[in-house]
């Protein structure tokens, strides 16, 4: 697959912070491309850059052909951008707010008429197109700005966080809809901070922290990077924050990540016997130990172990 | 078939720099998303008409009917036609007419009455013997709307009377001088058989018009005793020199002096009075010549060889029809206003009040409207997918500008007609150079808003922001306060706003009814605040969206 991206020593200073730090990247034509990373990691700011949006403060980056810093307008007709929130018009029709923007790309009234019909069927609101858009519910809304986004059939469409405060039902819908349009050979950006999805559906994951590029891969590479270490499943009731503290000070232990209902991923060196320190560590506070084993790292623990930050922070 | 073919091929939209479709859309698109925000639109449809409701009716609405009694002392026609002319004027209601000024103030303290005119004793027959006459109006000085009005109203029509009653007397002085030199006519062809008769008819018109011209004389010695003394403004001495002229100095130092407001106008009466005064005298010093030389013993010789006497009274009569061409109003003021306040020309307050009102709305207005336009948007993301699309900075400012200039435009012509209805403003110039100005001012008011909301990223930003403009575009607008009576510092702030040419070009069309030519600097000045703001707004908006 040749590389429709192509993105070299990218940096972009607000004043005395950088917030990406000399990136290099490339994205293949025709996948789903992950970006991974926790708040202020810098995926905003790399985003807003390859869509035009913002200035790169150096750095150079070739988008299907044509260059970043040259070629603004006609990077501006090949992509499309899913931007966090709605973005649209809320006193406008689902209909008005696709004509306006088919009329901004200069599309002609027949062409703005049959796409955003087509459209609007894919995202599956064709039957409320005449509905006022301050009332959608917010998978709704985040459908249509979809398809506002892809008015222009783009080459590439970045998604930022398209997901993000849906119920799982529309999470769901969003997601079968991005990889339908991934199979109509529109290569992916996608945003995301749900590991599982970002697991599910892209082919190649970026994780990026403090303006770096710190892993690269499909998820099953990511997912070797642990192999130094292991993750034990831990089940026990609700830990005090000074415990969690002390925990995590043990040697052997070099990650603990808290999920729900007490149960804790600990991620341990090799070959320790950690086991044993474990059982005693909790028997010598009297807490209640159910489960204790194993686990196959997920990519959440690769990036707990690779940021040491919790996803959601 | 090849429509498809260019779609599959990812049809490619250019970037045009302006682009006026892609403006239509924008028109379009603002059109709806205000018609349909009610929260919004009914605020800011509401919001200019408010204003000029609440600030109208507080700083500048003529008082109406007003409570007034009239003290009259005398029967005269003159009384009468006073008393006339007070009840039909709409500020005026006479509620009472008593005969003595005791009797009027305990009315004024009772409040029965807001304002007591008084005309004096005698005033019939003092104006027919040519003395001035003063009506003293006695008003509650606490109202202070009452009370101004009340004097203009007064004075304005106290004058008016006061130039009929001038008219009709010179008319009376010019037909008597006149007829005393026609009665000479016949003189300068025909040869006399009675010289003694010559004699006794050329000293006559020589009184009568050195009578008239006595009349003339007092009433400039009346006028020169009422001259408002000067107003000092600088003393680098401590003895001044008497008063004597407009600017005078003495050896210790120089004392300036100013004239006071009103003594312009007063001695250019004065000079008028000189100048006829001085036609009248050549006259009767002709007919004087004439008479020396028709009582003399050789009187035939004269008469009849060196046409000394012809000369005379030719020369008299040709100064006689000078003075018949004098204008005859405002000559004489037999009648005048004791405590007239100096602003009293007859127009309304509201009038000259209302352009910079209105100025100062559509400021408001204008650039308080445009907080949504880009930094709303900004923070809602739609202004992001726009910058999305192949559109350029020039088309998404000129089409935002547009829509908002129109709307501004549509207010404005809502306040204005709102005003008219509620304040009987009158617009007297011509209504498309008022448009004019209007567009281009609107454009610099929404331009100023939308350079501030594409300079900051929230609406509470903006809001903060406008506030820095707007603070000193109420203060010194000359809405509520005189720019003139002003601190020097401040002045200069007033000349940097757009806001004082626009109510200075508004005055000028609506009050004073200028043409184009004569407002042309305030409007010019605006001219070059829309190409240096529109401009900055075109050049300051970026797409950036850091």
């Known amino acids: ?313 | 078939m090849k429509e498809k073919k260019r779609n599959m091929e990812n049809e490619k939209y250019a970037e045009k720099i302006l682009n006026f479709k892609k403006i239509g859309a924008i028109i379009q698109k603002n059109f709806i998303v205000l018609t349909r925000d009610k929260t919004r639109l009914i605020p800011l449809l509401m919001f200019p008409l408010f204003m000029i409701l609440v600030l109208g009716y507080t700083t500048g609405n003529i008082p109406k009917h007003i409570e007034t009694g009239i003290v009259i002392q005398d029967n005269s026609a003159l009384s009468q036609s006073i008393q006339q002319s007070i009840a039909q004027n709409q500020v005026f209601t006479i509620k009472r007419v008593v005969s003595t000024e005791d009797e009027g103030k305990r009315l004024l303290d009772e409040e029965v009455i807001k304002v007591l005119i008084e005309i004096p004793p005698d005033v019939g027959k003092n104006v027919a013997e040519g003395q001035q006459q003063g009506i003293t109006i006695i008003v509650d000085e606490s109202d202070s709307a009452i009370a101004q009005t009340s004097k203009q109203t007064i004075t304005s029509i106290i004058n008016q009377l006061s130039n009929q009653i001038s008219a009709k007397k010179i008319q009376e002085y010019q037909k008597s001088v006149d007829a005393s030199g026609n009665s000479l006519n016949k003189y300068i062809n025909a040869i006399p058989n009675d010289y003694s008769k010559i004699y006794q008819d050329t000293k006559a018109s020589a009184k009568a018009i050195s009578k008239t011209k006595t009349v003339l004389d007092n009433t400039a010695q009346l006028y020169r005793l009422s001259l408002p003394q000067p107003i000092l403004i600088a003393l680098t001495t401590e003895t001044i020199t008497e008063y004597g002229s407009n600017q005078t100095s003495n050896k210790n130092g120089t004392v300036i002096l100013k004239n006071s407001p009103g003594y312009n106008s007063l001695a250019a009466e004065i000079s008028v009075l000189e100048k006829t005064s001085g036609i009248l005298d050549i006259a009767s010093n002709n007919l004087n010549s004439a008479v020396k030389t028709a009582g003399q013993d050789a009187v035939t010789d004269a008469y009849l060889n060196d046409n000394s006497y012809q000369k005379n009274v030719i020369d008299a009569l040709s100064h006689i029809k000078m003075f018949s061409y004098v204008k005859a109003n405002n000559l004489l003021k037999p009648l005048i206003v004791v405590d007239q306040s100096a602003y009293g020309n007859g127009l309304h307050a509201i009038d000259f009040l209302m352009p910079s009102l209105i100025a100062l709305i559509i400021f408001q207005s204008a650039v308080m409207g445009m907080g949504r336009a880009v930094a709303g948007e900004k923070r809602e993301g739609s202004l992001t997918r726009v910058f999305l699309t192949p559109t350029s900075n020039i088309t998404i400012v000129v089409g935002t500008l547009l829509f908002y200039v129109l709307f501004e435009l549509t207010k404005t012509i809502l306040l204005i007609l709102f005003s008219i209805i509620l304040f009987h403003i009158h617009i007297e110039g011509s209504l498309l150079l008022i448009a004019l100005i209007l567009t281009i001012y609107v454009s610099v008011c929404a331009a100023l808003g939308m350079i501030i909301s594409s300079r900051v990223s929230t609406e509470q930003q903006f809001m903060a922001m406008a506030m820095l403009v707007s603070i000193p575009t109420i203060f010194l607008s000359g809405a509520f306060f005189p720019v003139q009576a002003m601190p020097k510092t401040l002045q200069s702030i007033a000349f940097f706003l757009p806001v004082t040419y626009a109510g200075e070009a508004l005055r000028d069309v609506m009050v004073k009814n200028f043409s184009l030519g004569l407002t042309a600097t305030p409007i010019f000045v605006l001219l070059v605040f829309f190409v240096v703001i529109v401009g900055g707004a075109l050049i300051t908006f970026k797409r950036d969206i850091e």
Request: glycine content about 6%; some cysteine.
């Open chain 1, 1 to 313: 697959m040749k590389n429709i991206i192509e993105i070299t020593n990218l940096s972009k200073i607000f004043g005395k912070f950088t917030a990406v730090d000399k990136i290099n990247l490339t994205v293949r034509e025709g996948e789903i491309f992950g970006f991974l990373g926790p708040n202020g990691a810098g995926k905003t700011t790399t985003i807003s850059m390859l869509t035009t949006l913002i200035h790169p403060t150096s750095g150079t980056v070739n988008i299907s052909g044509y260059d970043l810093l040259n070629d603004g307008v006609d990077i501006r007709n090949i992509i499309g951008v899913v931007p966090q929130t709605f973005a649209l018009f809320p006193e406008l029709t689902a209909q008005e707010n696709l004509n306006y923007i088919g009329k901004l790309y200069g599309m002609s009234s027949s062409k703005i008429k049959e796409r955003s019909k087509q459209l609007l069927k894919q995202v599956s609101l064709y039957t409320y197109k005449d509905r006022i858009t301050g009332v959608f519910s917010g998978g709704m809304k985040q459908r249509l700005s979809l398809a506002a986004s892809i008015m222009s059939s783009p080459k590439i469409l970045f998604m930022d966080e398209p997901t993000t405060g849906l119920d799982p039902q529309s999470r769901i819908a969003m997601r079968e809809i991005t990889q339908k349009l991934n199979k109509q050979g529109i290569t992916i950006i996608y945003t995301t901070h749900d590991m599982d999805e970002a697991e599910k559906i892209c082919d190649r994951i970026v994780i990026m922290d403090k303006g770096k590029i710190i892993a690269d891969g499909t998820s099953a590479e990511l997912k070797k990077l642990m192999i130094p270490d292991k993750v034990l499943e831990v089940k026990t009731e609700k830990l005090e924050k000074e415990t969690l503290a002390e925990l995590k000070k043990m040697h052997s232990v070099t990650a603990v990540h808290e999920k729900d209902n007490g149960i804790l991923n600990i991620t341990v060196k090799k070959d320790e016997h950690i086991f044993y320190e474990l059982t005693d560590f909790f028997k010598k506070r009297k807490l209640f130990l159910e489960e204790l084993k194993y686990l196959e790292p997920s990519l959440e623990d690769v990036f707990v172990h690779l940021t040491k930050k919790d996803l959601r922070d």
